[in-house]
């Protein structure tokens, strides 16, 4: 009988084996190895890009920034200027306007009406007198509503009273008043005022 010792054999061949198994663990790790490697590298460039990015950005910010501030500030100035101007316009107004508007409302009395009382609250008027009759009072808040200084006069109340012995109506007017619209009227009047006729020939 003749034995054969195939152990050499096997453990040669599970030694292949290890080291097989070895080699692909190498292989494994090597390859991970290089991917981590990769993923740093294009992790680290785009962080770099990045931060080009915000350089190049931060850079056309700071040069802008000194036109817009210069855009602002004129932009700031122009309206500090208008604000001046309106508060002049309204100052010189309120100079000439009262007197104007007095002249307005003695133009507008009729000659058989008196007033009694004229009171200005921020612009809200109140106007009492006494008239011969409800024509001349009528006639009296017409006259006002076409005066370029008043604006929506309305008669609140009438009542007879007895005045020395002669019957008249007492009247209560309100209304609004306009100090610029004098001014205002006689702008729009010059504006309009053509040097000559149209259609007219000498």
Known sequence: MIRINLLPAEDAARAAGRRH???????????SIFGLIVAHTWQHARLASVEREQRRLTQELVAIQGPYADVTRIEQQKQELREKLRVIAELETRKVGPVRLLEDLGGATPDKLWLLEFADNGGAVKISGLGVDEQTVADFLRRLATSPYFRRVDLEETSQVDQDGIKHKKFLISGQIDYAGGVRGATEASAAMPGKAPGVRR
Not at 21 to 31: E, M, Q
């Open 21 to 31: 198994d070895i080699a692909l663990g190498a292989f494994v790790i090597a390859l």
